[in-house]
Structures are given as structure tokens and as C-alpha cells.
């Protein structure tokens, strides 16, 4: 099959070579693999397909050609399930859930790492550097850690503990920077003798787009009305609808294409105003709080086919706040048993507001995919769970005074450590520091009696995380402290 590297902005080509160094065109826009689809025998695709295990590689004349054995972990082949618990609660009658965080290091990002490393390890990549965000820099570690090739990883600041953990875990070398953008200026040198990974290569898209075709194979091959996906840097989007018209191309694809519904964390949405402003431009976010990184990119390199995946699948693009994320978190969880992290749960929080204005309307088929695990943000999943155990007796006489009125203090309303520490002083008399607050905040939420919570200040558009009681952190406050007061 004949291939060539195409700006998806200015639409200049490039020859195919096994790898592209520069992926990047010099209008600044990143390029994608354009296939020559007439070539393929399409009267026995879906045979070969389905001569094949469901994985990414299941797709081999979609992807691009490769002459050794994959480096694979059995990424892909993940579950599409009919929802009947979470489609009954939202009004869905056709929902389907595609389950990404069961991937090897639970995040859809390991169908692009499959596709990048095996290339690599082909034309002999000596090392590696992954500038990109927490799931893909996770994914390169594991897949580079499988090839035997050596790989560092610069992380944004404020990444998930658990995404570093595993990364380093998977042996890679890892760096932290507040700019993603600005280290690729600064490894001039390094990056003359190493292999450059960021969201724009070109080999992920390939990958990623694999999930899609899973969705289009398990329906056999009918489109759903709608695909829901969560918008970071784009890449995703690109991919799905990437895949869609391919497929459509080669005529896989019965009854029409999908519609896209998008969705963004409202405090860094450059996506979204860009489509609400009817504008082909984004203009990057300069200002925003960072509380989930991987949903968070100001300056989406793939923000253009995002949009462009969306109008011409007459789709749409919403924004939800952080509170309304973590509501979606618990809500899947308790209606489907699947534990998504924030970035997954913005698609979710969207489409619960799209069926609300009437968007989707209840008898059309929805695939809602999942993109990654919640157990890689540990932290957020505490903020929506509230503990429940009855083997307390012995805790309790860690209550002291000083917690007592912690308790005091936060039926009245969530604070944070600080406003805490402020109202001890000030309506108690009690002066400590700052750690010793939240080491009676630490007791106090290892026993369930409060919980964390991340709240959205509309105005100004900032974030704040607050603690405050939980049901049970009430009921005992009312029996066992109020009564003596």
C-alpha cells in the first residue's frame, strides 16, 4: 500500500519514510499517514479481520505496514457491553460502554504506544524521550520498558502520583516541568542522538484509531448515532474520525457516519470556545489551574481536526465543571462498576447534559468510551467516596478536643486547611500550624468522618479543594459532640 505524510492544516505532503523525525510541518500544524485505499482487496477485508484475535493488530491493512513481531501486551480487544444500569438513569435506551482501562497500563494510550515503539524498535531507535502528558508518558514507559529500549519522560507538573510511580516503575527517567512546549527548545543536543515522542507523532493516531474500529466491528460495522470522547489535545477525536472515514472510503460502513459529542473541562476549554465562536483558530488558554493534567491542554496541537472532526460529523462540543466530573466518576461507578479517571468522566458529565437539552434525543444508539482507569488518580476517587466501616470504637478516642472542633467548624460549611486553621484561632483560640491541621484532617478522614472534595468558584473560574463531613461525619457529629455542647 503506497503511504505519504499530509499536513492536516495546509495539506502539504511528505514522502513516507519508516520514521518521521520532524513531525511537525513548517506551517506548525502536525502531519497525519494518508493510505492509498484503493489498493486493498475489499472484498476480503472483514475476513482477514475476523482471522484475527480482537486487538489493535487485528487491523493490520489500516495500519502502517511493519516487518517484525509487534511489541505488544495484549492492548486492544477491550469490552463493548450494552449499559442497562447507567442508560436507565440518564434516559438512554441504546447506550454502550467501551471499557479502554483494561488495557495493560489502563489508558487507551497504550493502542498508540503499540503502534510508536513497534516502528521504533523496527528502523533501531537507541532512546527515546516522551514530552507529552501523564497516560501517554505512562504508555511509552511501559512499551519502551518491553522493547528494551531506553526511554526518559518529562511530566507536567502536578501529574497524578500514580502515573510517576508508573513510569518509574517501567524504569524510565523522569523529569517534571510546568511547559511542556519549552523542553523541546531546551534538549537540543539530547534530542540529535534520541527519538522524540509528543501527542503530534503521527504513529499514535494510528493507534488510538484502532478503538474505533473495535466500536464499527462489534456493531458490525452500523454506525451508532453518537460517539462520545473526552478532548485533551485532540489526538483521540482525530483518531475516531480518522478511522470513521476510512472505513467509510473503503465501504465498511453502513447507514451514514456517527455525530461526535466532544467534551472539555470548562477551565481549560480552547476547543470548545473555538467551536462556540464558530472560529478554524484556537486560541491557546493562558491562564488555568491545573487539578486533572490530562484533560487539561491550553494549547491543543491537534485542536483544529478536533474541530473539524466534529462540524463534519455535525457533532457537538460541551464544557462541565469539576464538580459536575466528579459526580459522573461516582455515578459510573455505582451504576456499572467501572472506576474512570476524571478525563474519562468529562464525556459522561457531557452527555448527561446533552440528553438533558434534547441533543441526543433517548432512542438513538450511543457508544460512550472510557478512556482510562481511576486508579490512576487515587486522590480523586477519595474525594467523591465516603468511607463506611463499623469497626471504629478504638478510633474514636483519637477525638480530641482540637478535632472536636474541626468537626465543629465543618458542619457549618467545607473549608480548606488554611480557612481551618483560621477559624480555630480566631472563634476558639486555638493556635497550631498548618501541618498539625492536616494531621487531624488525615485522622479524621482515615476513620470516614470527613471527606475531600474538589469545588469550582464560578467567577473566577478557580478550583479549590475543601473538606467537609460526610453523612456519617454528620450523624456522629449530631450524636456524640452537638448533644454535649
Not at 467523591?384 to 466501616?389: D, V
Request: proline fraction near 4%.
Amino acid at each position: 500500500m503506497n503511504l505519504i505524510y499530509k499536513c492536516t492544516r495546509c495539506s502539504r505532503r511528505e514522502a513516507y519514510t519508516t520514521l518521521l523525525e520532524r513531525t511537525l510541518c513548517r506551517c506548525g500544524s502536525p502531519y497525519l499517514i494518508e493510505y492509498d485505499l484503493n489498493t486493498l482487496d475489499r472484498s476480503q477485508l472483514r475476513e482477514k479481520f475476523n482471522s484475527r484475535p480482537k486487538s489493535v493488530w487485528r487491523y493490520l491493512e489500516l495500519l502502517p505496514p511493519i516487518r517484525i513481531s509487534p511489541i505488544s501486551m495484549g492492548e486492544g480487544g477491550t469490552y463493548l457491553h450494552s449499559s442497562r444500569g447507567l442508560g436507565r438513569l440518564i434516559g438512554l435506551r441504546k447506550l454502550y460502554i467501551k471499557n479502554e482501562s483494561t488495557n495493560p497500563t489502563g489508558a487507551f494510550t497504550d493502542r498508540g504506544a503499540t503502534v510508536e515503539i513497534s516502528r521504533d524498535l523496527e528502523v533501531g531507535v537507541s532512546r527515546i524521550i516522551c514530552i507529552a502528558s501523564g497516560n501517554l508518558s505512562v504508555s511509552i514507559s511501559a512499551y519502551s520498558a518491553k522493547a528494551g529500549i531506553p526511554c526518559s519522560v518529562y511530566l507536567k507538573t502536578g501529574v497524578e502520583q500514580v502515573k510517576v510511580l508508573q513510569a518509574l516503575a517501567y524504569d524510565a527517567e523522569v523529569f517534571f516541568t510546568s511547559n511542556l512546549e519549552s523542553v523541546i527548545t531546551s534538549l537540543t543536543q539530547e534530542l540529535a542522538s534520541c527519538h522524540l515522542i509528543t501527542s503530534s507523532n503521527p504513529f499514535l493516531i494510528e493507534g488510538y484509531k484502532t478503538c474505533t474500529l473495535e466500536v464499527l466491528d462489534e456493531l458490525n460495522w452500523v454506525s451508532p448515532d453518537w460517539i462520545l470522547i473526552p478532548v485533551g489535545s485532540g489526538s483521540h477525536i482525530t483518531a475516531l474520525w480518522k478511522a470513521v472515514k476510512e472505513v467509510e472510503e473503503i465501504g465498511l460502513l453502513k447507514d451514514g457516519l456517527p455525530s461526535i459529542l466532544g467534551g472539555q473541562i470548562n477551565s481549560c476549554a480552547p476547543i470548545a470556545e473555538a467551536y462556540k465562536n464558530n472560529s478554524e483558530d484556537i486560541k491557546p488558554t493562558s491562564t488555568f489551574k491545573v487539578i486533572f493534567p490530562d484533560i487539561a491542554e491550553p494549547n491543543p496541537i491537534w485542536g483544529h481536526m478536533a474541530l473539524k472532526a466534529v462540524r463534519e460529523s455535525s457533532g457537538e462540543i460541551l464544557t462541565v465543571s469539576q464538580e459536575r466530573l466528579l459526580e459522573a466518576i461516582k455515578l459510573l461507578a455505582k451504576s456499572e462498576g467501572i472506576l474512570a479517571e476524571p478525563a474519562a468522566a468529562v464525556s459522561l458529565a457531557t452527555l448527561i447534559d446533552a440528553v438533558d437539552l434534547g441533543l441526543i434525543k433517548r432512542d438513538e444508539t450511543v457508544v460512550y468510551i472510557v478512556t482510562g482507569s481511576g486508579m490512576k488518580d487515587p486522590s480523586t476517587i477519595q474525594s467523591i467516596a465516603e468511607i463506611k466501616t463499623f469497626e471504629r470504637p478504638n478510633q474514636f478516642k483519637r477525638i480530641g478536643s482540637t478535632k472536636k472542633k474541626i468537626l465543629e467548624i465543618l458542619d457549618k460549611k467545607p473549608l480548606h486547611g488554611y480557612g481551618i486553621q483560621r477559624e480555630l484561632a480566631n472563634h476558639y483560640g486555638i493556635k497550631v500550624k498548618l501541618p498539625t491541621i492536616y494531621e487531624h484532617l488525615s485522622d479524621l478522614y482515615s476513620i470516614g468522618l470527613i471527606q475531600l472534595s474538589v469545588l469550582d468558584r464560578a467567577r473566577s473560574k478557580r478550583t479549590q479543594k475543601k473538606y467537609s463531613l460526610t453523612d456519617f461525619g454528620k450523624e456522629f457529629y449530631k450524636r456524640t459532640i452537638q448533644n454535649t455542647l
